[in-house]
């Protein structure tokens, strides 16, 4: 299994970026794909998560209203649109592949995409 995150750069404070995750061999109805993210001199942590086959969405208190996870079909990229960027979003974000939205539920990882939000 491979993935590949991509659309990370810097934008300003209230803008948007649009991050992608192409997965690799078959994505089940009970697959979780998630994006997790980390600054620098903290852990890792969740983002956003969907689960493929309801497409049911779960997102972390901090980025609830403001990020949108999202997939258009069986086979299609996972995607996270972030709106109103804060600084305090600037952080290496990675894709994951999983059974549980949750960190402990992943599986496999992507290399990350740095995001910069700058004040």
Not at 16 to 23: F, G, K, N, Q, V
Not at 49 to 66: E, F, L, N, Q
Not at 90 to 105: F, L, N, Q
Not at 108 to 114: E, F, I, L, S, V
């Amino acid at each position: 299994v491979q993935l590949q995150a991509s659309g990370g750069g810097l934008v300003q404070a209230g803008g948007s970026l649009r991050l992608s995750c192409a997965a690799s061999g078959l994505l089940f109805s009970s697959t979780v794909m998630g994006w997790f993210r980390q600054a620098p001199g903290k852990e890792r942590e969740f983002v956003a998560a969907i689960r493929w086959g309801r497409g049911s969405t779960y997102y972390a208190d901090s980025v609830k209203g403001r990020f949108t996870i999202s997939r258009d079909g069986a086979k299609s990229p996972v995607y996270l649109q972030m709106n109103s960027l804060k600084p305090e979003d600037t952080a290496v974000y990675y894709c994951a592949r999983g059974t549980s939205p949750d960190y402990t539920g992943m599986r496999h990882w992507g290399k990350g995409t740095q995001v910069t939000v700058s004040s």
